[in-house]
C-alpha cells in the first residue's frame, strides 16, 4: 500500500526563487499539452502521443529563444507534468465513458500562476537525496531545510513539492508500507463498533461513548470575518491586499489542519481498538445545500470516513459502510421495531413495542453496527436483496463476529 508522508519546508530566499521558476515551468509545459490537445481536436486530428510532446515541448522548445529558460529546471520536473496532463485527459476520458469511479472529472483546464496551490514532482530519475544533515537536496535548487515530524518508514519512490495558499511548503514522499509492521503496530482484537456521525456530538459511538464536536470553523468565525473584511478594502493588485490574501489563507489553514488532525487522532483510535467498524454513507452534497450547511462542511464527515477506509486497508480493519436510507433513527435497538419518523428536536425517545428508552443517537449507532452485520458477512458474502445460504462460522450470528473468516 502506498501512502503519502508530508513534512514542512523552510527553503530560503534564493531556493524560493528557484522553485518558483520550476513552478512556473512546469505550469508552462502542463498548458503547452492542454494547448497542443485541443488544437488537435479542433483540427480533427489524432492526438499527439506523450513522446511526441516531450520532444516538441521541452526538448526541441529548449533550443527555441521564447522556450529557452526551460533549461534551468530539472528535466524530471517537466516530464512528470507532462504526465500529470496526460494522466487528467485519461481520467477525463474514463469519467466520460462511465469507467471511473466518483464524480465526474471535466477536461483538463489551463493552469494559472495565481493559482493558490503550486506543486512539482521529483521522482528516483532526478536523484534528489536526503543529506546527513536532515536536508532535502532538489536538483538545480539546493539543500532544503525540512522539519522532520517523524521518521520516514521505507525509502521513499518521489517527492512532491507543494506550496500551498497560506505561502507554505511542503515535501510530500510516497512510501510503500511494510504489511509485517503494520500487523505488529496494530495486532487483532475482538472488539467492532457502530459509528453514529452527527452535528450535535460529532461521533456517537454504539458502546455508549460520545465524543463532542470541535467546531474548529465556528471557533475561528470571528476572526475569519475580520481577516475578509480587511482584505475587502484593500486595493486589487497593491501589496497590502496581497498581505491581507496571505492573513485570510493562514487563518483558513490554521482551521482546516486543527480538523485534519482531530479526524487523524480519532481514526486511528477507533481502528487501534476495534477489527469491524460500521458506518453510515451519508450524502454530505445534499446536506451541504441545505440551513445545516456550515456546520456539515465544519464536521467533515467525508474525509474522516476517508481516512478510516485507507486506515482499515492498511491494517487489516473491516469498514462497513450501510446505506444512507437504513432507518437507523427509526428502529428501536431493543425490539427492532420501527418506531416513524422523528424530528431533529426529539433526542430522546420511548419505543412503543417494548417500552426501551433510547437516546436517539446512541441506539442509531447501535443499528448501525447491527445494519453493517447484516449487509455484509465476516467473508464478504452479500445477504441483500437476494437470499444468500450462511457461512459456516456466521450461522446465528448478529452485527460482527469476534475474529474475520478465513479466505
Not at 369 to 395: F, M, W
Request: aromatic fraction near 6%; include cysteine.
Amino acid at each position: 500500500m502506498q501512502l503519502r508522508y508530508a513534512f514542512r519546508l523552510y527553503p530560503e530566499p534564493g531556493q524560493r526563487l528557484a522553485l518558483a521558476r520550476a513552478f512556473g515551468c512546469a505550469r508552462v509545459v502542463y498548458n503547452d499539452a492542454v494547448r497542443a490537445r485541443e488544437d488537435a481536436r479542433r483540427a480533427g486530428e489524432p492526438f499527439p502521443t506523450a513522446g511526441v510532446l516531450s520532444q516538441k515541448l521541452i526538448t526541441q522548445a529548449k533550443q527555441t529563444p521564447e522556450r529557452s529558460w526551460l533549461g534551468e529546471v530539472s528535466a524530471v520536473v517537466l516530464q512528470q507534468s507532462l504526465r500529470d496532463a496526460e494522466v487528467a485527459y485519461k481520467n477525463f476520458f474514463a469519467s466520460l465513458k462511465g469507467e471511473r469511479k466518483g464524480a465526474k472529472s471535466g477536461a483538463p483546464r489551463f493552469k494559472s500562476r495565481k493559482d493558490s496551490r503550486q506543486s512539482i514532482r521529483f521522482t528516483t530519475n532526478a536523484r534528489w537525496s536526503i543529506t546527513g544533515s536532515g536536508r532535502l537536496n532538489l536538483p538545480k535548487i539546493g539543500a532544503v531545510k525540512v522539519k522532520w515530524s517523524r521518521t520516514l518508514p521505507a525509502q521513499p519512490s518521489s517527492v512532491t513539492v507543494i506550496k500551498d495558499a497560506a505561502g507554505r511548503y511542503f515535501a510530500s514522499f510516497v512510501i510503500d508500507t511494510d504489511p509485517a509492521a503494520d500487523a505488529a503496530r496494530m495486532p487483532d482484537t475482538d472488539q467492532s463498533v457502530g459509528i453514529d456521525l452527527g452535528l450535535t456530538h460529532f461521533a456517537v459511538l454504539s458502546d455508549g461513548t460520545k465524543i463532542d464536536s470541535p467546531r474548529f470553523l465556528r471557533r475561528a468565525e470571528k476572526r475569519l470575518k475580520r481577516a475578509q473584511r480587511e482584505l475587502s478594502r484593500k486595493q486589487k493588485g497593491s501589496k497590502n491586499r496581497e498581505k491581507a490574501r496571505l492573513k485570510v489563507a493562514r487563518a483558513h489553514a490554521k482551521v482546516a489542519d486543527a480538523r485534519h488532525e482531530f479526524h487523524h487522532q480519532l481514526s486511528t483510535q477507533l481502528i487501534r481498538d476495534n477489527q469491524a467498524i460500521g458506518v453510515e454513507d451519508l450524502a454530505v452534497k445534499g446536506l451541504a445545500r441545505t440551513r445545516l450547511a456550515r456546520s456539515v462542511h465544519d464536521a467533515g464527515w467525508s474525509a474522516f470516513v476517508h481516512m478510516l477506509e485507507y486506515k482499515a486497508a492498511r491494517y487489516g480493519r473491516t469498514l462497513v459502510r450501510i446505506g444512507r436510507f437504513e432507518p437507523t433513527s427509526q428502529t428501536c435497538s431493543a425490539c427492532g421495531v420501527k418506531d416513524g419518523p422523528k424530528p431533529l428536536s426529539v433526542r430522546e425517545w420511548t419505543c412503543a413495542a417494548c417500552g426501551a428508552v433510547h437516546d436517539r443517537d446512541h441506539n442509531a449507532a447501535i443499528n448501525v453496527k447491527t445494519a453493517a452485520g447484516l449487509a455484509v458477512t465476516a467473508c464478504g458474502a452479500p445477504v441483500r436483496p437476494g437470499l444468500v445460504p450462511a457461512q459456516r462460522e456466521e450461522t446465528g450470528s448478529h452485527g460482527f463476529p469476534p475474529q474475520p473468516c478465513a479466505a
